[in-house]
């Protein structure tokens, strides 16, 4: 599905991570990690298409912008923007829409369901400036699942996130995962990682690519 | 009071006055939000500079129409503004600083060094805070500009949710398969257009006025993208119509009087706004 060849990723004339290999089949769930500055969130964009690569080839089969949810790590929504939460979870169905102008009732009852899933049904109406760094991670999430038809790209979603909705978030993840999404997701949450993933890419001085299985034998 | 009203009402010129005001209120405050929203309040400023720019060149240059100058180049330096702004390494208010401040001064020194005309200070005052031209519009002028604003209106229900997505989060966007730079010069093209059409009521230093007040009144009273717009459309029509009203009353140029009213419901929305939270 995804599948990078000897690729180096970077801003203008620094690089950040090079010779990076690795494949994605459809249904993986990959686990990134690495320390902060290892180029995690860098590798997500270069995949998103919002940077170029500066070496290498990366190519993506099957997949166009419209089956791609994405969970940005932090965004640089401002302060005072006047958005209700209603509103930014509709958003994550406009990929689907590449020429009508309104939502369907389809796309509503899927933003109802995700908001449901992730538990922020009853701060539908509420603005989005006004909510707790928590409760934006989900809206954001939901948004992202909205947009998700075949691949979900996650960058660091449990950032901010209570142990227990953590824990739901992880749940939620690998049962889309069992239900043929497929997963790309930052975390420093090796651990838990290792437990969900079905593929583990370490980013940083020595990269490692492979199982998880392989990943806890290394 | 309200003799002078009736009796000026009779006359078609101010009839067509309050119709082209109004819609020109009702088209600057629809992209407004987006405006303000994306850190490009005072595009409107420079943008309007630039046309002043292009006004003189055109002026000294004889031109029959000068919209055929004033407007291809304020559109190509709205684009450059809003493209400049996002990526590079120029800040997007030091480029529009930039931009405004150099045409204001290149168009006020070409009027100087080359106006045939006796009044200059008189002309230059005009472009800056809007002239009488309002007044003198003539019935096709008026059809024009309700054409325009028909379509400008389609245009952004049409495209609405695509605006709301671009503004929001244009990292997302862009992921999600929108092509934002589609969307980011449509609005700049727009924006430039509704600044060149809509000099002639407020004169460009006034401009910004229209597309800031009614989006940050708006802001301080809503909180959700969608009522935040309908409440800053509605505030500028309103706003615009009372302005052209009591400047026809008392006498006072029209411009700065809706500038003015617009001010005052800024004032009142955020006594509102303040006392609610
Ligand atoms: N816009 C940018 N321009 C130039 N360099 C950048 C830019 N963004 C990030 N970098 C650099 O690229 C490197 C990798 O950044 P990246 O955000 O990918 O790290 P990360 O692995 O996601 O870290 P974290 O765990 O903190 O999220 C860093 O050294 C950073 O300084
Ligand atoms: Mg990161």
Redesign the interface.
């Known amino acids: 599905m995804i599948s990078c060849q000897n690729v180096a990723l970077g801003y203008g004339a620094r690089v950040v991570v090079e010779d990076l290999s690795f494949t994605v089949d459809a249904g993986d769930y990959l686990c990134v990690v690495g320390e902060n500055g290892a180029g995690k969130s860098t590798l997500v964009?270069t995949l998103?298409?919002?940077q170029k690569p500066l070496r290498g080839k990366i190519s993506l089969d099957g997949i166009?912008?419209?089956d791609?949810g994405?969970l940005?790590q932090q965004?640089?929504?401002?302060k005072?923007?006047?958005?209700?939460v209603e509103?930014?979870v509709?958003?994550?169905c406009?990929?689907r829409k590449?020429f009508l102008?309104?939502?369907s009732a389809e796309d509503k009852a899927t933003s109802a369901r995700h908001m449901e899933l992730l538990k922020i049904k009853s701060l539908a109406?509420r603005?989005f400036?006004?909510l707790s760094g928590g409760q934006q991670q989900r809206v954001l999430l939901a948004?992202a699942l909205c947009?998700a038809k075949k691949i979900l790209?996650l960058d660091e979603p449990i950032a901010g996130l209570d142990p227990e909705a953590a824990a739901d978030m992880y749940k939620i993840i690998s049962e889309l995962n069992r239900r043929g999404t497929t997963i790309i997701m930052i975390s420093h949450d090796v651990d838990e990682a290792v437990k969900y993933a079905t593929h583990i890419l370490r980013l940083g001085d020595k990269i490692f690519f492979g199982t998880s299985e392989d990943f806890r034998h290394a | 009071m309200l003799e002078t009203l009736e009796l000026y009402l009779q006359y078609p010129f101010v009839i067509h006055a309050l119709i082209v005001g109004v819609l020109i209120a009702l088209c600057s405050s629809l992209l407004g939000v987006t405006l303000v929203l994306k850190r490009f309040s005072l595009i409107g400023d420079g943008l309007a500079h630039v046309a002043f720019g292009a006004l003189a060149v055109a002026t000294v240059l004889n031109f029959a129409n000068k919209m055929l100058l004033t407007l291809p180049i304020t559109i190509i330096c709205a684009v450059l503004i809003l493209r400049g702004g996002q990526r590079a390494k120029i800040k997007g208010d030091a480029v529009i600083a930039m931009i405004s401040v150099g045409s204001l001064a290149f168009g006020y020194l070409i009027m100087n060094l080359f106006a045939a005309s006796a009044n200059l200070s008189g002309d230059v005052c005009s472009t800056l805070f809007g002239s009488t031209s309002i007044l003198t519009l003539t019935e096709e002028e008026v059809w024009l500009s309700v054409g325009l604003s028909i379509l400008m209106v389609a245009a952004f229900v049409l495209f609405y949710h695509k605006i709301f997505a671009v503004t929001f989060d244009e990292d997302f966007a862009r992921a999600a398969g929108l092509s934002v730079d589609f969307y980011n010069l449509l609005i700049s093209v727009v924006i430039a257009v509704i600044i060149v059409l809509s000099m002639n009521l407020v004169g460009s230093l006034l401009i910004s006025a229209f597309i800031i007040f009614p989006a940050l009144s708006a802001m301080k009273l809503f909180k959700t993208f969608r009522a935040v717009t309908l409440c800053s459309v509605a505030l500028s029509v309103v706003c615009a119509f009372a302005g052209i009203i009591a400047s026809i009353l008392a006498g006072t140029p029209v411009g700065s009087t809706i500038v003015a009213v617009d001010a005052l419901a800024f004032g009142v929305c955020l006594l509102l706004g303040g006392s609610s939270s």
């Open positions: 964009k998103l298409g919002l166009t912008a419209g791609i994405y940005p965004t640089q929504i401002q005072d923007f006047p958005a209700s509103e930014i509709l958003s994550g406009l990929a590449k102008p309104f939502y109406r603005c400036r006004e948004r947009a790209l």
